[in-house]
């Protein structure tokens, strides 16, 4: 994959705002994607939350994979990372709810004691862009007053939001890091819409996403696009150029790509998840 800039002013001023605002929070909610929560957790993010207390929410968990859903939340459990997995659009308020009284327990107890009822938590959310915070956000306060979009950076100001009798939220605009170490961490975001769709080679992504389904799922692949066998015996760049002359696009490549792309991302191949979870948190412990 090409060099992609993606890293503009704005980023970088709401990672400073986020250091800032850290004190001021009780507890802070990354949203990540379910259909790749290690891939879309920003590695700069992770490491300012070291010492506050933090739930990992699994955003569109509609579009994933249910097993490796509940998998990812065996495994964030196991390694003492309290989370939860949501559809960003439905019930989501409970569910974080009672997820963040469980984990500040202790906080509100001894606050309790001191004669401190009913105050407002104060939580912040973070996350990538695209990963649904501002749909989330919208679902929890009821009523439309986080800007929605389906594309990254719709978000560009932070801002503080009510949400059911006892959360005080902060919204905050998504914050991609400057460098992917791993070429393949940077395909899974294009794939899912992390990264403007005008900062990557499409061909790039949907060679990774035909060898992806290939793999897991030949059988959506055969289905949605009546290809036989022995097109998915051919190499992944064979495969691509069978699919343009299937979609009616001749030799252009491109199109073809982006609209594979777009029905990825629509679930018109089914549901997916793109991070396969450890075997075990032990595994990963002793790495």
Known sequence: MTTIQWFP???????????????????VLELVD???????????????????????V???????????????????????Q????????????????KKIKEVLA???????AKGIMNQRIRVMCIGIPN???????????????????N???VTKSQQWLKAGSSLQLLDTPGILWPKFEDPLVGKKLALTGAIKDTLYNKDDVALYALEYFNDTNPQALMERYK?????????????????????????????????????????????YTLDFVPVSAAEVKND
């Open 9 to 27: 002013g704005h980023m970088a001023k709401a990672l400073r705002q986020v250091k800032e605002n850290l004190k001021l929070v009780d507890i």
């Open 34 to 56: 379910a259909r790749l929560p290690e891939s879309s957790r920003n590695p700069q993010l992770k490491e300012l939350l070291a010492n506050k207390p933090s739930i990992l």
């Open 58 to 80: 699994l955003t569109k968990m509609d579009l994933a994979d249910p097993k490796q859903t509940t998998g990812w939340l065996k495994y964030y459990e196991e390694m003492g």
């Open 82 to 97: 309290p989370a939860v997995a949501v559809n960003s659009t439905q019930g989501s308020l409970k569910v974080i709810e």
């Open 106 to 112: 202790d906080k509100l107890a001894a606050k309790e």
């Open 131 to 149: 990963v649904g915070k501002s749909t989330l956000l919208n679902h929890l306060v009821k009523k439309n007053v986080a800007q929605v979009g």
């Open 151 to 153: 594309k990254p950076g």
């Open 227 to 271: 290809l036989t066998q022995a097109n998915l015996d051919d190499t992944t760049v064979e495969l691509l150029l069978e699919l343009t002359r299937k979609m009616g696009f001749k030799d252009d490549y491109d199109r073809a790509s982006e609209r594979l792309i777009f029905e990825i991302r629509r679930g018109k191949l089914g549901r």
